[in-house]
């Protein structure tokens, strides 16, 4: 007689468990690999960025050493994996989702109010354009932020191709259009597409500039690519992603955010950490990829570049 038979609760985990939820277990950890949900371990984010970027080859650029930072750079993959990107879902894990984004062929239209009206192809701007690098803080309005390397080029640049005329004061910004790639896109109550605007003083300010990469590579599709705004002394949602259309106009553009919420977000949004969101405050922000927080700064700390352009505006909600 057999003395050491096992007792039925000490047989192994595996075993013991019904057949169907074991295979169940063995699938949901097989997707969580492919998903990319292992990120803390390195796994899954790469195959999903293995498809080649035709613009691959001009990164990485030179640092442009006159933009500093007063922090660490955000790590890579937390920045990748957290973004808003409302075409894609009201959410921050859009990432996968974005894929969908054919970035080639890509055009940008510049029109409206310009000498030279123009539909330019994104790899011949590529090649025009003096790329460079620049270390940038970038802080949302729901008070989180990252400092990120963007590459690219100033505003400014497609500022000068388009020669805009004597009458025109904003620039008009409009992400694709196409719900077919962009499932958020089929949510009507939002008004679609995706519009940001500037004045030509701003767009002309040095800081103003056109993302084409970050992390020293193309811009990853949930960063908004091949072509995005970048506005840092402006909360997040200025910076319009994937944009394949700037109009100069004489009238001030309506954002799709000011559409959306007139009372919570306005055209100018400038960072301020006194002045409160109507539903929280803004004077601090969580660093993302961290569990620390930091003082929020006025323009996000770039107030000696910028705060001349606002210091004759009276009676402009400046700060939402
Ligand atoms: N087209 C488009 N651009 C957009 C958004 C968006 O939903 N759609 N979200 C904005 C907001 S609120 C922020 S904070 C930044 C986020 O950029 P990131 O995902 O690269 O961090 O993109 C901005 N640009
Ligand atoms: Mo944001």
């Given at each position: 007689?057999?003395?050491?038979?096992?007792?039925?609760?000490?047989?192994?985990?595996?075993?013991?468990?019904?057949?169907?939820v074991?295979?169940?277990?063995?699938?949901i950890?097989?997707?969580?690999?492919?998903?990319?949900a292992?990120l803390?371990t390195?796994?899954?984010?790469?195959?999903?960025?293995?498809?080649e970027?035709?613009?691959?080859?001009?990164?990485?650029?030179?640092?442009?050493?006159?933009?500093?930072?007063?922090?660490?750079?955000?790590?890579?993959?937390?920045?990748?994996t957290?973004?808003?990107f409302?075409?894609?879902?009201?959410?921050?894990?859009?990432?996968?989702?974005?894929q969908?984004?054919?970035?080639?062929?890509?055009?940008?239209?510049?029109?409206?109010?310009?000498d030279?009206?123009?539909?330019?192809?994104?790899?011949?701007?590529?090649?025009?354009?003096?790329?460079?690098?620049?270390?940038?803080?970038?802080?949302c309005?729901?008070?989180?932020s990252m400092?990120v390397?963007?590459?690219?080029?100033?505003?400014?640049?497609?500022?000068?191709?388009a020669?805009?005329?004597?009458?025109a004061?904003y620039?008009?910004?409009e992400?694709f259009?196409?719900?077919?790639?962009?499932?958020?896109?089929?949510?009507?109550?939002?008004?679609?597409?995706?519009?940001?605007?500037?004045?030509?003083?701003e767009?002309?300010?040095?800081?103003a500039f056109?993302?084409?990469?970050?992390?020293?590579?193309?811009?990853?599709?949930?960063?908004?690519?091949?072509i995005?705004?970048?506005?840092?002394?402006?909360?997040?949602?200025?910076?319009i992603?994937?944009?394949?259309?700037?109009?100069f106009?004489?009238?001030?553009?309506v954002?799709?955010?000011?559409?959306?919420?007139p009372?919570?977000y306005?055209?100018?949004?400038?960072?301020?950490?006194?002045v409160?969101?109507r539903?929280?405050?803004?004077?601090?922000?969580?660093?993302?990829g961290?569990?620390?927080?930091?003082q929020?700064?006025?323009?996000?700390?770039?107030?000696?570049?910028?705060?001349?352009?606002?210091?004759n505006?009276?009676?402009?909600?400046?700060?939402?």
């Amino acid at each position: 007689m057999n003395i050491l038979k096992k007792r039925s609760w000490a047989i192994p985990e595996r075993e013991a468990t019904p057949e169907h939820v074991f295979l169940n277990r063995r699938q949901i950890l097989a997707g969580l690999a492919g998903s990319g949900a292992l990120l803390g371990t390195g796994l899954g984010l790469r195959p999903a960025f293995a498809e080649e970027d035709p613009s691959a080859g001009l990164y990485p650029v030179k640092r442009n050493p006159a933009f500093t930072l007063d922090r660490d750079l955000t790590d890579e993959e937390d920045a990748s994996t957290y973004n808003n990107f409302y075409e894609f879902g009201s959410h921050k894990q859009i990432w996968q989702a974005a894929q969908e984004l054919q970035i080639r062929p890509w055009t940008v239209t510049l029109d409206g109010l310009v000498d030279n009206p123009q539909i330019v192809d994104i790899d011949k701007l590529l090649s025009q354009m003096p790329l460079e690098e620049r270390l940038y803080r970038h802080r949302c309005v729901e008070a989180w932020s990252m400092a990120v390397p963007w590459s690219g080029f100033e505003l400014s640049e497609l500022v000068k191709l388009a020669s805009p005329k004597s009458n025109a004061k904003y620039l008009r910004f409009e992400t694709f259009l196409d719900p077919s790639v962009a499932s958020g896109q089929k949510q009507s109550w939002y008004p679609w597409p995706y519009v940001e605007g500037l004045t030509l003083e701003e767009a002309t300010n040095e800081l103003a500039f056109m993302a084409t990469g970050v992390y020293g590579k193309p811009l990853a599709k949930q960063f908004g690519a091949p072509i995005r705004l970048v506005t840092p002394w402006k909360y997040g949602f200025k910076c319009i992603k994937s944009v394949v259309r700037i109009t100069f106009t004489e009238e001030r553009p309506v954002s799709f955010w000011e559409e959306i919420q007139p009372k919570e977000y306005g055209f100018w949004a400038n960072v301020n950490p006194s002045v409160p969101h109507r539903r929280w405050p803004q004077d601090s922000e969580r660093l993302l990829g961290t569990d620390q927080r930091r003082q929020t700064l006025l323009y996000n700390g770039y107030e000696e570049q910028v705060a001349g352009i606002y210091k004759n505006m009276t009676g402009e909600l400046l700060f939402m």
